[in-house]
């Protein structure tokens, strides 16, 4: 008898199921895309980025490659030594990304024609035993780098629960990057965040206090 699948993680616009043979089932909640996400990843993956690999799209799910090993913001908390090592790394993840040009079908986000992923942080990011493999391509677009970066630096500065370690792993991602130019564009990342049904009320606010401290 085929054995159901299992419930092996959830977030705001999705589950993940495992379903045995080495692979997962990714279904969205609502409003997803299943088809143009798997363009994208497929995509990043033919150009040598780390990317569970896709088996089959429905509807509205994605059967995907199951990659094991502990989330990057999973092995800061294990480790908090590791917190410089580890957001030098999803830096290195945003600058080899953006090297790749988007896909032609995909809608653009400001201006730029780079493959932007608009939600790589630490939890989105996997260390399996070969490497960082990256998820969650759901919000990915085309458009400028910096505009991934300042994405990224709002849900930092404003997602609920991060506490003292989020603190110091955004201070350190951030520390490879020119903060005047994140800044150009941190209030169009900080509006499209906003924009997200997934974001909270709380993290609403917080998305307008950090807009005031950083005076743009």
């Known amino acids: ?16 199921f495992d379903v ?20 994208v990843m497929r995509h990043a993956r033919r150009h040598g980025y780390p990317v569970p690999e896709v088996f ?3 509807a509205d799910a994605l059967t995907l490659e199951r ?14 030594s590791m917190v410089r090592a580890h957001a030098g790394l999803l ?20 201006e730029g024609d780079r493959l932007l992923h608009l939600d790589l942080h630490p939890a989105n990011v996997i260390l399996s035993s070969r490497g960082p493999v990256v998820l969650d391509w759901t919000n990915a677009r085309r458009g400028e780098p ?24 955004l201070h350190q991602f951030l520390s490879h990057f020119d903060r005047n130019e994140l800044r150009r564009v941190l209030r169009a990342a900080a509006d499209y965040r906003s924009a997200d049904d997934n974001v909270s009320g709380e993290e609403r606010l917080a998305i307008r206090d950090l807009i005031a401290e950083e005076g743009v």
């Open 67 to 80: 990659v094991e090993g502990p989330t990057m913001w999973e092995a800061a908390g294990d480790h908090p």
């Open 146 to 169: 910096a505009f991934d970066v300042a994405v990224t630096w709002v849900i930092g500065s404003t997602s609920t629960g991060l506490g003292k370690l989020g603190r110091s792993f």
């Open 56 to 58: 089959e799209i429905t």
């Open 20 to 39: 045995g043979g080495g692979r997962v089932l990714r279904r969205f909640k609502r409003g997803g895309d299943p088809e143009r996400e798997a363009l």
């Open 91 to 110: 830096a290195q993840l945003h600058r080899e990304l953006h090297e790749i040009e988007a896909p032609d079908r995909l809608s653009a986000v400001g």
């Open 1 to 16: 008898m085929k054995a159901e699948p299992k419930l092996i993680a959830a977030g705001r616009a999705s589950e993940v």
